[in-house]
Structures are given as C-alpha cells and as structure tokens.
C-alpha cells in the first residue's frame, strides 16, 4: 500500500471510527450538498429547481463542486509551488550558476513574469492539454504523457477488470458464511494484505514468478510496435501486484456494506414473507446493496490510479507514475505540475462519480415526495 | 478487562510490536555489526557470520534492519503523533464551535483531501529541502486531514448527546465540554484510530524511502533497503525481501491489535444499544 | 373446535458473546403456553423485556438476533411448525402467518413501490395471480381507510405518513389471506390521534376477513379494544391468562392489578394563581433555515406548581422547552422568570439564572454520561454552583439519593449498571442538586414501563411537596395530565389551542382538536373504542 488512496486500514466499516472512516470518502459530497459552498448560485429561480428537481439539481451541484475542486487543486499545485522556498532557476542550473545565467534562465523559462499571468498561462495551456516544456529533456510535457498515460490507464483497466468482479464474489462469500470459517480467513487474510507495501507485493512475485519459475517477464516494458498479446504478457505481474494491492479493501468494503443491508428490517421482512433465499438477495437486499458496492469500487479505483506509481517504479514499467517520480527525483517542475494535476484529476472525477452514483441509486431522491 | 480477553490475534500483534519496539531503542547494543559498516562481500547468502546476508554494499543486514527499525518506528510514530494532534484539535474545535469555524476547517480539508496523499507529497516533496523535519512534517500534515474528518465525525456523534446539552445548559465552559464530556467517550475509537495512523504512516513512509524521497542514505530505513537491494531481484537474491517483510510483519501486527480494539469498541455501543 | 394455533411448553434462549467473557446463554422465554382459534385474537402484553414479540415471532418459527427455540411445540393446525426445516417453514411464513412490525418505516424496502410488497408474498406462493392479488390489495387498502386507494401502490414508502405505512403494512399481512396475523406493537411509534385510527382500521380488517391474530403491546387499553383473551407476561413466563373481561374487569393477579390500575391517580388542582414564577408571553421561534415552529405563544405558571404542556408529535411543546433553556433564542416575544426577563440566549444568563432552571430529559440513557459515576453525575452541578467538594459534596449527593429512594450502594455505579427507572431517578438527583425553582421535564415517563413511571410521577409529585419546585411537564399522555398538573396548555402544530386550570381544560365544552385529543386516548375500559367510533360515525352523519 504506497499511502496513494485516502482509503486505509482494516475493517473500514466495523467500529464507530471505521464507519466515520467509511463515509469519509464521499463525505465531502452529502457535507457540501447540504451547505452549498459559497459561490454556488443561491437565487429564488435555484431553490424552485431544488424543490421541483431534487435529483438533477444534487447532480449539478455535484459536478460544480468537481469543476471548482479541480480548479482550487490547480491553485495549489501551482500556487504551492511557487510559494516554496528556493529559486527554480538555481534548483534548474545547480548550485554553481552565475547570476547572469540565472538571470537568462529566468527569463528563458518566463519566471519574470508576474505570477497571475504564468498561472493563467499554466492553466489555460493545462486546458488545452498543453504543459509546457520539460527542464530535464526540453521535450513538451503534453507529449510525452500521451503515451504514458495510455500505458497507466491499460495497466489500471486490466487490474480493475481483474479485482472489481473477484472482490464483489469474495465480499458475498463472506457474508454468505459470515463468522463461520470461509469468513475468518477471510478476514485474517485480507487484513495482512491491507499491511503489504505495494514493492514488497511486487519484487516477492518477480522473484517467485520471473526469477524461480521463469514464467513471467520482468522488466515489464512495453512499446509502441508491441503487439495486444504481448503487452498483456508483459504487465501480467504489475496487474498481479495492483489486484493484490487493492483486492482486500475493495473486499472488506464490500462485505460491510452488504452486511449493512442484509441486517436491515426489510431483509427481515422478507425472510417472514417466506421468500427464497435467492429472491431475498436479488430483489430485497441487492437493489439496496448496489449503491455502497458502486460506491466502493469507485473509490478504490480512485486508488488505484495512484497505486499504479510505486507499481510502475517496480516493475519500471514506462507509465505516468514513473515518469512522475523521476521528474520529482530531478525536480523538473513542469512535469511535477503536470502529473499532479492529471492524477488529481482523475482522483476528483473518479470520487464524484462514486457521488453521483449513490445519489442516483436512492430512491428517496430518484421519486421526492 | 482481563488478559484473557485479548484473543490470540491481538496478542502476536503485540508481541510484534514490542520486538520492534525492542531492536528500536537497543539498536546499539543489540546489532552484531555497525550501521554503516562495511564487513563483508556484497550480497552474502543467508547463514554463518551475517544470519540475514549482506547487502548492495556488503554491510550486514541484520545489523541494518535493526537500525532500519530506530529511525522507521521513529520518523512513523513522530508524524502520527504530530498529524494526530493536529487533527484532533482541529476537529474537535471545529464540533464544538460549528458555525463559520466547521465550515472554514472542513471545506478546507477537503480541499486538501481531494488530491491523493502520495501524489500531494511528491510535489510538495520535490520542491522542499530533502530534511528529515521537513520529512515528518510533511507526513503529518497530510495525514492529519484524515484525522480531523475521523475526529469531526466522532466528536459531532457525541456533541449532540443530551449529557453534553445537559453540561451546555449547566454552564460549563468550552474546555470541560470537551474534554469531561467528550473525550471520554472517544477514547476507544480514537485509540483505534491512532493505531491505523501509525500503520498507515510506517507503509508511507516506506514507499516515500523506496521511491527515494524519504530518508537519505546512509542511514538506515527499510523502504531505503528495499531500495538499495532491489537490483538484486533479478538475479534471485532475496535481500530486498528482508525489509519489505519487516515493513510488512509490523504493520500487520499494528493492524491486528486496531482490528481487536475495533471490535471491541463496536461490541461495547452493541451492548448499550440492545439494553 | 380445533386450535389453529397452539403453543406448548414454549422456550426460547439466546446466546450473547461479552467480549472478553465466555459466551453466555440467557433463556428469554421459558413454559409458556397458549392456544388461539380461527378467528381469534390474544393480546401479549408486558413490559419491555418480558418476551412478548419472541413469542410472537415463534409463530413463525422465526428467531430475532440469535434467539433460539429450544424447547416446546408450536402447532399451526396441529402441525409443529419447528420440526418444518428451512424449506417446510417458507410455506408457512407469508403464506398462512404474517408478521407486522412495530416500524413499517424500516420494514418495507425503500427501493419498491408499496403495491409491489403488498402483493408480493401472495405471488410468491402461489395463493392468487397477480390481477387477483392487486384486486384483493385495493379492497384491504380500502378497507383500511387509505387515501386514493387507486394509486396508492403506486408510491414509495418514503412517500407516505407513518401511520399510512402502518396500515400498508396490515395490507401487506392481510394479502395473502393469511390464517392468523401477528400485530408487533403496531401502534406504538404513533400519535394518539393517529392510532385510533390504525387500531379502528386494524380491528375493522381483522373482522371483515375472520383472521386470527397475536397481538403484542405494552399497553392495556389498546389490548383491551382488539383482543378476545390477553396473556400477561414477565419476564419471559407467564402471569396470568384469561379473557379480556376477566383481565381487566377482575384480575387473579397483582402484577395484573397493578397494570390494570396503573395511572388510574388524579390529583385535585391547586387554585393559588398569585404567585407566578414563570411567564411566556407571544414567543415565536424557528430555526435558522427560515422554518418556523412556534407561533405567538403565551402561558405562565405560578410557584411551586405543575404546567402540563400537551400535544402530539410537531405540536412544537419540545421547541418550547428548549426556548424556555435558552437553546433556541425566541424570534419574538419574551419570558420572565421570577420577575425578571431572561435573556434570550443561553449564552446570555448568569450562572444563577441557569441554576434556577433545570431539565429532566426523556431518554435518561443518552441524558448521562456514559463514562461518568453517579458520585460524578450528581455532584458535579454541587461543585459547580455551590463550590462544595469532597466529603461535604458526597454528603450532599447521599442526601439526593436518599431523597430519589435510591441508597449510597449506587454512588460509585455507572448509568449502563443502572435499570431504566435507576436512571431517571439518578437524572431527577441530578436536576436536584442545583436546588431549582424549576424543573423542564421533557417526557420524562414515556420511554419507561407504566410501573415503573409510575414511580417516576409519584417521585417527582413527593418532591414537589418537600421542596415546592415548579415542574414544566411536556407529555403527549392525558393520563399524566391528569395525575400531576396543575394548569395544562394544549399545542398544535406550533400553536397555542387551549390553556388554563386542568379542570377548565378537561371539561367540556371543547375546541375541535382538544375534543379529538381527548376522545383518542384509549380508557381501560371494554367496548371504548366501538363507543368512540360510533358518536363519531354519529357526529359526521350530523354534519
């Protein structure tokens, strides 16, 4: 676990800390929702669509509250940055530089100009998908994460196809056989691999599977004339790693909130109308199920977007993550910027739509009174 | 409470963590060979004068992993003590005061919360000097905006208890409010959290040291050892193993007793709630 | 006569795991037996704790939370239902028994539409098609007196009142033609006005479609309306079973008597109207979002008596406490205490002002610390407004607790080893040390077991006697009313209907809502509530 995600520990969802934990993913959305923040439009003309529209209104501003996130985490990434202590100019040409090359390199990379214009200059090319230009190899920064995300987004797909269906089957698993045994491994297993750093996860399979065995490939490089086949051979391990990574959370989220509802009275009513078995699940207990399960899986596919950088670093493997730590390692700033904001990004878009998922599976906002 | 109580689980989590404990603050007197000492050829196998081998640079790696524990329970438990104090304080003010202060706290921390942890601390990590302070505090400040949500929640759980109007109408003051009537009642799940805290701080700080932004050589820590030996994978030498697993084992530990003590806690409000 | 329902030797434990401690059996009901026939209906009654809705789901071999049959038969028409097996009981279960809860809010499933659960235990097994099953839902919600019948179905459960959700729920029972229906306290969340109505709705239903049915509550009244024979029960045994005449009309045994006569006390008014200690005059409050919920409200009360304020669920009494504490500032008007007005604020009074003034809440559990000693709850108001501490404060707190009839054994206890009564008693100590003139008692009674508020009222009566403190009583119970107030005021919907001496109140003639009030609270008495339904079926034929 590379302490990406804000989803962390064990047993999210027993005990009353873990359950304020649990909602805290999307408690910055219900929170804001009942207190609109300031800026969102409060006029007579809103509150009539609130009242006419609860539905569509929650979800607009839910996506407002998105935009305006992602605008102030590019305040921060860049306003942050440039509030730090010491000179880009010095960082960029080491230690020995004359003032008058300092002085050209300000200027080279537009440092003299007011920090309000380089910001709006940042953003809009941000908008447009134009990052600027490396310090470190002078390519532009839009080009080389093209091809890196892509490289990120095959690597995250593939080990959210892998966990999404795996942790769902095991999280019923352990509800079906809660406190019996199937259950407790469960739970004891899952809790040591919420413990496991990503690398140690990572370099005990590439010694299992690529060094003893010979099985599997490592590095897991990829490349532009790769065929599909050899590129899902190549990152075999990496997802491995990813779908350990974030099985057991997803999995313990899952089985609480099934739980949840399967203590619920309307499960009990059913079970005294003599329903089978199955028809409990499928009709009583899953419709009211789906929502936290989305809501679960959402979120930890926000994390795994960021788990895919300590993956990447180990399996140098040529994704966004490792292009990220590199850029930190040298502090190539541009780049810095551009990955952070790309990863928050994704991170804000992926909560919101765990958001709005739950908004649309409640039915008391789905049919208002 | 008796000792029996505690299950066997929770206890090999404490027997972990005592042992770490141990090698942390006997480092000196415990380690075979110095820190940064090199005795032999680099990546001895397992066995003889160096029982876990030797590392990248031919330094026991006994001795390392146990001056690794000094300074990773050390950097891990600074900033949770500090995130969590921060946290706290800032939640427990922002409950209690509501108002114009919860909103100005809470929109802000989810601000802070909206950009994941890691990628937060790597820009802000690669602009800053590479200091150990700056290290822990960067940790902590980070982690303290998951403590101030946990902290909020739990305190505003109990603020709106009776007993709590009950001392409001009474006339106390601020202060025994929080601390005569609430903090009592939070000390169970809090104490749980502070266990994840501490757990989750130990993998960060891990990974931050694996990627090279932790802690500088040639200081011991254990995500720099797994660093330092990774090279060695490929050539089947399990040295970077040896790290990893002690990261591993401790956070399991930590994690075992939290999941006791949070079975504990909600066992307790299941009792109060059935009566 | 066969018996359609017969319960032998009945016993039911349940195993609880203490953390830290060996698992621990408990047996929650032990020989209870008892037969019903078609058509029939037997009351449970007890108190909470007695066992009644145990029994009650073990006609549909059904344990709640770990509860487990271990002993006795249940026959459903000669049949032991325990010895079904998982798939021999889902035959039973929603087919020929059916079960309604005490909340429908949590037991019907938000993501459907009511029709769909109403009929569905009927599809499910069998018993109609689905034309038939909707036709049969449209006449139950008619007969239960559901607005547009029509479309009722056809919404959502968080679309509907309580007391609506209630009667679904019977819908949902009734459905499937069941042979006997067990009724779980169905009335009990609901405002008196509202369950005269369910209860009329209720046993209207159960007539027209010769059900059987177990009814369970703790109230006797209610019971007495419905049932052919009652049980009473205690602590998971039996006490006495009979006849509702013979139950009420001559009971065999004490518990029975006592239940029997519980809150049968009235208390002459005092007429001494000089002296008056509090005065609310035209308050009106809301709170911040713009809603507001008291309008113009003016009352007052003189030393040392007791003003019941009454009123249903959103009558606004609650709000009027918390304006007279200061918790919620009034938006107009303004309240004097002894002469003197008090700031609106909480923020604003003087230590003084808030000793003189103390509150008693409904749920002593959540009123009290948890991590706090009785020693620490009842002294900590003698330390603060008094500056005693050590012996002389233990002193003191020896005192309250021998004034509440509770002995020093408590004094170092913590309120989760104390019983509900134990609690509130700890919780009137508590309002006692501060030595007030006044007292705001918010339901104080109405989540404990009649005995037991029975002997909450007869405390707080005694010690208005030794210390002539002014009590502010909020209740929804006339029964109270009538047992301890002085001068009652009547809410409803925020405003004032009705004030004055008790005997002016509750005396005829009436306004509209005072009148329904009255006549809505179930006497324990046979046949009141065929009499009750008949002059208003009278009345409205007048109209």
Excluded at chain 2, 160 to 187: C, D, H, K, Q, Y
Excluded at chain 2, 206 to 211: C, I, M, N
Aim: charged share 20%.
């Amino acid at each position: 676990m590379a302490g990406g995600g804000p989803i962390t520990g064990p047993a999210l969802s027993t005990g009353p800390a873990a359950g304020g934990e649990g909602l805290s993913q999307s408690a910055p959305v219900p929170g804001a929702l009942v207190t609109p923040p300031t800026g969102v439009v409060t006029g007579t003309f809103w509150r009539r669509f609130t009242l006419r529209r609860p539905l569509a209104a929650l979800i607009i501003q839910r996506l407002g509250l998105s935009v305006g996130l992602l605008f102030a985490v590019s305040l921060m990434i860049f306003g942050g940055v440039e509030a730090l202590p010491g000179d880009f100019a010095t960082t960029y040409l080491g230690q020995s530089a004359t003032p008058q090359a300092v002085e050209n390199i300000r200027k080279d990379l537009g440092l003299d100009k007011p920090l309000t214009e380089r910001y709006l200059n940042w953003l809009g090319g941000a908008v447009k998908g134009d990052f600027g230009t490396s310090w470190a190899s002078k390519n532009s920064v839009s080009e080389q994460i093209g091809n890196r995300l892509g490289n990120s987004l095959f690597l995250a797909f593939f080990a959210a196809l892998v966990s999404v269906p795996l942790a769902v089957a095991l999280g019923m698993l352990a509800v079906q056989y809660r406190n019996r045994l199937p259950d407790k491994i469960i739970n004891v297993v899952s809790l040591a691999a919420i413990s496991l750093p990503e690398f140690f996860v990572g370099y005990l399979l590439i010694l299992f599977f690529a060094v003893q065995l010979g099985v599997a490939t490592f590095p897991a490089t990829v490349y532009d004339s790769m065929g599909f086949g050899e590129r899902l051979s190549a990152i075999a391990l990496p997802v491995a790693t990813l779908v350990l990574v974030v099985l057991a959370h997803m999995m313990r989220m899952t089985r609480a909130a099934i739980l949840n509802v399967m203590s619920s009275a309307y499960v009990e009513t059913a079970e005294l109308k003599g329903l089978s078995a199955f028809r409990i699940i499928a009709k009583h207990a899953a419709p009211n199920a789906v929502a936290p399960v989305i809501n679960v899986i959402a979120l930890n596919l926000a994390y795994l977007v960021v788990g895919v950088v300590v993956v990447e670093v180990v399996f140098v493997y040529p994704g966004m993550g490792q292009y990220m730590v590199d850029a930190v390692t040298v502090r190539d700033m541009p780049v810095v910027q551009a990955c952070g904001l790309i990863f928050a990004a994704f991170y804000i878009f992926l909560n919101m739509a765990a958001d709005i998922l739950a908004i649309l599976a409640n039915p008391r906002l789905r049919h208002p009174r | 409470m008796r000792l029996s109580s505690i299950p066997i689980s929770a206890w090999v989590g404490i027997a972990g963590i005592t042992l770490a404990l141990f090698c942390a603050l006997f480092a000196p007197w415990i380690a075979p060979y110095g820190e940064r000492d090199v005795v032999g050829d680099i990546w001895l196998p397992m066995g003889g004068d160096f029982p876990l081998g030797t590392d990248n640079l031919g330094r026991d790696l006994l001795s390392r992993l146990i001056f690794g524990a000094r300074t990773t329970i050390f950097v891990a438990l600074a900033a949770t003590v500090i995130s969590f104090s921060l946290g706290m304080l800032l939640s427990f003010t922002a409950a209690v005061t509501g108002g114009f202060v919860d909103q100005l706290f809470s929109r802000f921390n989810d601000l802070m919360m909206a950009i994941p942890t890691l990628i937060f601390a790597l820009v802000v990590l690669a602009v800053l000097p590479q200091q150990l302070w700056i290290l822990i505090l960067v940790m902590a400040v980070l982690d303290s905006t998951r403590v101030f949500r946990i902290g909020r929640a739990v305190a505003l759980d109990v603020a709106v208890m009776e007993f709590v109007e009950a001392a409001r109408l009474r006339g106390e003051g601020t202060s025994w409010i929080i601390f005569r009537e609430i903090l009592p009642n939070t000390l169970s799940p809090l104490l749980a959290e502070f266990g994840l805290r501490f757990a989750f701080s130990i993998l960060f700080l891990s990974t931050l040291s694996f990627l090279g932004l932790g802690i500088q050589p040639p200081a011991a820590d254990w995500g720099g050892m797994v660093k330092d030996n990774k090279d060695g994978i490929i050539f089947g030498i399990s040295a970077a193993l040896v790290p990893g697993g002690a990261i591993a084992g401790l956070a399991i530990c930590v994690n075992l007793v939290v999941d006791w003590l949070m079975k504990r806690t909600s066992s307790l409000k299941g009792g109060r709630g059935d009566a | 006569m066969p018996d359609l329902l017969s319960v032998k030797n009945l016993k039911i434990e349940a195993t609880s795991y203490p953390p830290g401690e060996p698992p621990k059996t408990v047996t929650l009901v032990e020989n209870v037996s008892f037969d019903l026939q078609k058509g029939k209906v037997l009351g449970l009654i007890g108190e909470s704790g007695a066992g009644k809705s145990t029994i009650g789901l073990s006609a549909l071999a059904y344990g709640r939370g770990g509860a487990v049959i271990t002993g006795g038969q249940v026959l459903l028409n000669g049949k032991d239902i325990l010895t079904l097996g998982r798939d021999g009981v889902r035959t039973i279960r929603g087919c020929k028994v059916c079960y309604v809860a005490q909340s429908a809010a949590a037991a019907f499933n938000p993501a459907h539409k009511l029709g769909e659960q109403v009929i569905e235990a009927a599809l499910r097994h069998k018993i109609m098609s689905r034309p038939e099953a909707e036709k049969r839902a449209l006449y139950l919600f008619k007969v239960l007196g559901l607005p547009n019948p029509e479309t009722f179905g056809d919404r959502y459960p968080h679309q509907v009142s309580g007391g609506q959700l209630q009667r679904a729920m019977t819908a949902m029972a009734l459905c499937p033609n069941p042979e006997l229906i067990v009724f779980d306290e169905p009335t009990t969340a609901l405002d008196v006005t509202t369950q005269i109505d369910v209860l009329a709705a209720i046993k209207h239903a159960i007539e027209e479609t010769h059900t059987a049915a177990l009814y369970i509550t703790h109230d006797l009244a209610v019971v007495a309306q419905i049932s052919d024979d009652i049980m009473v029960l205690r602590h998971g045994k039996t006490v006495e079973y009979g006849t509702t005449k013979q139950i009420i009309e001559a009971p065999n045994q004490d518990y029975t008597r006592a239940l029997v006569s519980v809150r049968q006390t009235k208390r002459e008014e005092a007429r001494d109207q000089s002296n008056t200690l509090l005065k609310i005059e035209h308050v009106s409050a809301g709170y911040a979002n713009g809603f507001k919920v008291l309008h113009d409200v003016s009352m007052h009360l003189p030393k040392g008596q007791t003003l019941a304020i009454v009123g249903e669920s959103g009558s606004g009494k609650s709000t009027l406490a918390r304006v007279i504490t200061g918790l919620l500032p009034p938006s107009d008007g303004k309240i004097t205490f002894d002469g003197k007005e008090l700031p609106r604020a909480l923020s604003g009074r003087t230590k003084d002002e808030l000793r003189r003034v103390q509150m008693i809440y409904q749920m002593a559990d959540t009123a009290m610390n948890p991590r706090q000693t009785v020693r620490d709850i009842i002294g900590r108001p003698i330390s603060f407004y008094y500056g005693l501490h050590g012996a002389k404060k233990t002193e003191r707190v020896r005192q309250l607790l021998d004034q509440i009839e509770m002995g020093d054994r408590f004094l170092d206890r913590y309120p989760a080893e104390l019983s509900g009564g134990q609690k509130q008693r700890v919780a009137i100590a508590r309002a006692l040390a501060a030595k007030p003139e006044l007292i705001l008692c918010d339901e104080p009674t109405s989540a404990l077991d009649p005995l037991v508020a029975e002997g909450i009222l007869n405390l707080l009566l005694k010690l208005q006697e030794e210390t002539a403190v002014s009590y502010v009583f909020i209740t929804h119970d006339i029964a109270i009313v009538r047992a301890i107030a002085d001068s009652v005021a009547v809410m409803h919907r925020g405003k004032l209907v009705r004030f004055g001496p008790k005997s002016k109140v509750l005396s005829p003639p009436f306004d509209d809502y005072t009148d329904l009030l009255l006549k809505s609270v179930p006497e324990m008495e046979l046949g009141w509530l065929e009499r009750v339904l008949t002059t208003r079926r009278m009345e409205s034929a007048g109209n």
